[in-house]
């Protein structure tokens, strides 16, 4: 793969697009830069007409709902108490929707709020959920707008920044590539603010946990963030499989300059995101039970198909929803593991039917498959 951004951008798919709240918000007024997010709209939309599809994840729901609360542009978000941080996100939320709901409203995009806690993408049951949300909205050409949920998160649990989550929604979703929208143009040998001598890095192909020693902290005013964090945002993504770029979001179109190859920071990652995502889920996770399936079954997983309740015979164990359960041929021989949708109770009542009758049975349907193939490895 080319390392030149605009080659990057073109090979990538799926796409995480982060913002952060001093791009957003103007510190001035504490309302959203409407003119600026319209112009990232118009990238976006230029990105979505080449058949991509593309998630945002955007900080400012506290920078947006301070002025309500009388909450001075001074003071540092740390500084603030929480529960006045909880309150100004509740109403800040409902600015980030109108925001971005008429910035692509021009081009005939609808988008949709998403409030993520760190739970919903570090443990599988509400990782498989939101990713089952996300893909669904994917899937039907809408625009996924992501933020953490300040509103119940605490300071003890959250992620404290949205670069991290951005991260790992992008792990999630099995993005291709993560753009984080930045003050700064990338990756310096030191704060390039303090030092004459900081050299531009264009290419980060070996993530090295020294790259923190160049990061300097977040600055004064709305951000929360700062380099340190994007660059452990990406040994997230590149673990994931996600190439990563750090770019200036000063400029208008920042995503249209960046394909025109202004300067920014691309990490590159060895892996493809599938491949990393069923690495992991090969190597750690634990099996909690097991299905037994029959040779048509046997058959269409070792082409490459997913695991239909149809094809289930038995089901052994007391497992939950999003745990790791062993798949085995009617030998007894491990064929693969996977991450399951239904509980072991769910799929006993559906095993044996058709996809299509999921929802009789259960009244409800998660899917059609009882193990996607995205979240299934096969054994040697």
């Known amino acids: 793969m080319s390392n030149n951004h605009s080659d990057v951008i073109h090979a990538a798919q799926r796409i995480v697009v982060k913002i952060g709240s001093v791009l957003l918000v103007d510190e001035k007024n504490g309302h959203a830069r409407q003119d600026w997010l319209n112009s990232v709209a118009s990238d976006i939309a230029a990105l979505k007409s080449q058949g991509k599809e593309v998630v945002v994840v955007s900080s400012g729901a506290i920078a947006l709902g301070r002025q309500a609360l009388g909450i001075d542009y001074t003071n540092r978000p740390s500084s603030i108490p929480l529960e006045q941080k909880q309150a100004a996100a509740a109403l800040g939320n409902v600015e980030i929707s109108k925001a971005y709901a008429q910035a692509f409203a021009p081009f005939d995009q609808q988008t949709a709020l998403i409030l993520l806690s760190p739970r919903d993408t570090e443990e599988r049951k509400p990782h498989l959920n939101a990713r089952a949300t996300l893909l669904t909205l994917l899937k039907h050409n809408k625009i996924p707008v992501i933020n953490e949920n300040d509103t119940v998160?605490?300071?003890?649990?959250?992620?404290?920044?949205?670069?991290?989550?951005?991260?790992?929604?992008?792990?999630?979703?099995?993005?291709?590539?993560?753009?984080?929208?930045?003050?700064?143009?990338?990756?310096?040998?030191?704060?390039?603010?303090?030092?004459?001598?900081?050299?531009?890095?264009?290419?980060?192909?070996?993530?090295?946990?020294?790259?923190?020693?160049?990061?300097?902290?977040?600055?004064?005013?709305?951000?929360?963030?700062?380099?340190?964090?994007?660059?452990?945002?990406?040994?997230?993504?590149?673990k994931a499989g996600v190439n990563m770029i750090i770019a200036s979001g000063k400029l208008d179109n920042p995503i249209a300059a960046l394909q025109r190859d202004v300067k920014g920071t691309l990490f590159k990652s060895s892996l493809k995101p599938l491949k990393a995502r069923k690495k992991w889920i090969s190597s750690h996770v634990h099996a909690e039970g097991s299905l037994i399936i029959d040779d048509g079954a046997v058959k269409a997983l070792q082409g490459g198909k997913s695991l239909l309740p149809a094809g289930v015979a038995k089901i052994d164990g007391d497992f939950a929803m999003g745990d790791a359960v062993q798949i085995l041929d009617k030998h007894g021989h491990m064929i693969a593991i996977g991450l399951i949708n239904y509980s072991a109770n769910e799929g006993r009542l559906i095993l044996g039917c058709k996809s299509t009758d999921i929802a009789d049975v259960l009244g409800y349907s998660r899917g059609d498959t009882l193990i996607h193939r995205d979240d299934l490895v096969l054994q040697a």
Do not use: C
Not at 210 to 216: P, T
Not at 223 to 231: A, C, P, R
């Open 153 to 238: 998160s605490t300071a003890e649990i959250r992620f404290g920044d949205n670069d991290r989550l951005a991260a790992r929604v992008a792990q999630m979703i099995g993005a291709d590539l993560l753009i984080q929208l930045s003050t700064t143009d990338g990756l310096y040998t030191g704060d390039p603010t303090q030092d004459d001598t900081a050299e531009h890095i264009p290419l980060v192909e070996n993530y090295s946990d020294d790259l923190l020693d160049m990061a300097g902290e977040a600055p004064a005013g709305l951000s929360t963030g700062g380099m340190k964090s994007k660059l452990e945002a990406a040994r997230i993504a590149t």
